[in-house]
């Protein structure tokens, strides 16, 4: 859809504050309410927030009262571990938005009452309290800048009392917030105008852990974005300060963790913390394979059993900074709790006071990518080879409600015999079988379906789009769809018909044509039958799918390796590079920290092995 189309749909603000006081300009570097640095390099008017005795709603401000007088009858000895009822009363709106981040309990129902044990909480030692209903303060569309896909998405936002600020596709009906695509918060947050990258830009900067935060949005006149940026200026001053490590920035339809997979994520860290557990210094470290934007992949060998293993070192610091806690977890229940032969195996994880680790299965084969870029393109015959044993992978994770979504030739690895192993797993979402659907905006933009970039709900069949895609630039050597400009991208990923040269088989042209259908009800293996409709496709005639699960085909291409260290399909720029771990500045990085201790981004997160074999994953 195009920008155009967007502000079409654009509807009237609502619950409009009174007039906005003049913001005060600064071009300098400034400090905000947070005491964040603000880079002097961007042209920002920073908003000046209004005295904290501001008048608020007078729903709230009655409730308010209400509380504290329900309190001041009720109130009773507390233990030196409580806070006491006047503290609560003065913290109202902090209790409620904390709880209501925490536990996900929609906070628009009316009065409740919450009482916990679980230690895990940060409130567990409140007296019970009741819960109050936040007042919506502001309402209205707005265009969202996506974190890594840089285009703007219309979302309807509504601002609370409670600070919560929440995005929907559709504007919501009154009163029903339950199920929105983006949940910030605005405690305590710092505010600045800009006319870059569009005019009519703003952006709300706030403390997350350690992390500074950004979220970048614009709307469609000056006069609108005064209003946001006061009303939001308002809320943020009314609220107590912000503590850190509860901070919510999510994209509420993927960081839901249900409680099967904690629990089972539970019982695995229990099981495993009962032997020696793993660290950095049980690991030489070799050569960089790879490096990216949350850290490196290093080649490393196991002192202890002289086994070559792939450690991805990631940085928290930035993993939260780039709101990618909730990718990070999945990708690692994912490589815990999934095995088979064509994808990567995690060994180990586990964590030090600055990193996250994942010790996986060591391939030295290189990426298809690698591969397809000095060879130009497959034969067909080589590319049903790879394709067969993708979709057995991409079967094994759809039978176990995990859709993969980042089907890419950069994702695709050989080992040192030519088996397909797919790599990274960050970008998996769990319970999604036939008929189920979700909907957040991910992926790669070259790879990225057209129902994804119709902002509507989708399900696994992207994952066969992905295949399509993929297999495309196989055959033919180029991708089906590109551009330079992601705008005009994604527009021919929804509108342009697919092409193929006059050299590629009718079987082939066939296959492609189903896997690269517009419309995921009527794409090759988007029905109930999944990957098997796929299998019985012409293309795919005289395969023997138990041989190729067996890895009995032999494979058509075998990478020329001489040992097992042989680095000759990596990335030379990174090889060279020596393995450094440990910042300069920091002494204590390579220490393990208890599980107990743990920041709360990232509880239950080591593994240490599992007893599942591949041969009980493969035959389950």
């Not at 997350?208 to 006069?223: A, L």
């Amino acid at each position: 859809m195009s920008e155009g189309q967007h502000q079409q749909q654009q509807s009237p603000l609502h619950h409009q504050l009174g007039s906005p006081p003049p913001p005060s300009s600064s071009s300098s570097s400034v400090i905000g309410s947070t005491g964040m640095m603000v880079d002097s390099s961007i042209p920002v008017q920073l908003v000046s927030i209004p005295p904290p005795n501001i008048t608020l709603p007078t729903s709230l401000h009655q409730q308010q009262q209400q509380q504290q007088q329900h309190q001041q009858q009720q109130q009773q000895p507390t233990t030196s571990s409580s806070l006491s009822a006047t503290t609560i009363s003065n913290q109202g709106a902090f209790y409620n938005l904390t709880l209501s981040m925490a536990l996900e309990i929609p906070p628009t129902v009316a009065i409740e009452e919450y009482t916990s044990d679980d230690s895990q909480y940060p409130l567990q030692h409140l007296p019970h309290q009741p819960m109050i209903k936040p007042t919506v303060v502001k309402e209205g569309w707005i265009y969202k800048r996506g974190e890594h896909i840089k285009n703007w998405r219309p979302r309807y936002f509504v601002l609370f009392t409670d600070g919560s600020l929440r995005g929907f596709k559709k504007r919501p009906d009154p009163g029903n917030y339950d199920d929105p695509m983006n949940n910030f918060t605005v405690r305590g947050c710092q505010i600045m105008k800009t006319d870059r990258p569009k005019q009519f830009t703003f952006i709300i900067r706030g403390l997350q852990w350690t992390s500074i935060i950004e979220r970048t949005f614009h709307v469609d006149s000056e006069q609108d974005r005064d209003a946001w940026c006061t009303a939001i200026a308002h809320v943020s001053q009314s609220l107590p300060p912000l503590d850190p490590t509860q901070s919510t920035d999510v994209e509420m339809s993927d960081a839901n963790v249900t409680a099967d997979s904690m629990n089972r994520l539970q019982i695995t860290s229990r099981e495993s913390s009962r032997g020696r557990r793993i660290q950095l210094d049980d690991f030489e470290y070799l050569k960089v394979l790879g490096k990216g934007t949350f850290g490196k992949v290093i080649l490393c060998r196991e002192k202890k059993s002289g086994s070559l293993f792939a450690i991805k070192v990631l940085k928290k610091e930035v993993i939260i900074e780039k709101d990618e806690v909730a990718h990070t977890l999945t990708e690692n229940r994912v490589l815990r709790y999934t095995k088979h032969p064509f994808l990567i195996s995690l060994k180990y994880s586990f964590q030090t006071e600055d990193l996250l680790c994942f010790v996986m299965e060591y391939v030295n084969g290189g990426e298809l990518f690698f591969h397809l870029t000095h060879e130009r393109k497959f034969s067909e015959s080589r590319t049903r080879f790879y394709a067969c044993q993708i979709i057995l992978a991409l079967d094994y994770l759809h039978s176990r409600g995990i859709i993969y979504r980042d089907l890419k030739l950069e994702n695709l690895l050989l080992d040192n015999e030519g088996n397909i192993k797919i790599a990274d797993f960050g970008l998996c979402k769990e319970e999604i079988t036939y008929g189920s659907t979700t909907k957040t905006f991910c992926g790669t933009p070259e790879y990225l379906a057209p129902e994804i970039l119709d902002d509507t709900d989708y399900g696994r069949a992207v994952d066969w789009w992905g295949l399509g895609v993929a297999m495309y630039e196989m055959i033919i050597g180029r991708l089906p769809f590109y551009n330079n400009d992601h705008d005009i991208l994604f527009e021919l990923i929804l509108v342009e018909e697919v092409r193929f040269p006059s050299t590629i088989s009718p079987e082939a042209k066939d296959m492609l044509s189903g896997l690269l259908k517009k419309d995921p009800t009527h794409r090759l293996g988007g029905g109930p039958d999944d990957a098997k409709q796929i299998m019985f496709h012409p293309f795919f005639r005289g395969v023997n799918w138990q041989d190729v699960l067996e890895k009995k085909i032999e494979p058509p291409f075998k990478p020329q390796v001489t040992s097992e260290t042989d680095t000759k399909y990596f990335d030379q720029e990174f090889t060279g590079e020596s393995v450094q771990l440990t910042p300069p500045e920091r002494t204590n990085t390579l220490s393990l920290i208890s599980e107990e201790i743990e920041q709360p981004y990232f509880q239950q997160f080591s593994y240490h092995g599992s007893a599942t074999t591949l041969a009980d994953s493969v035959n389950s």
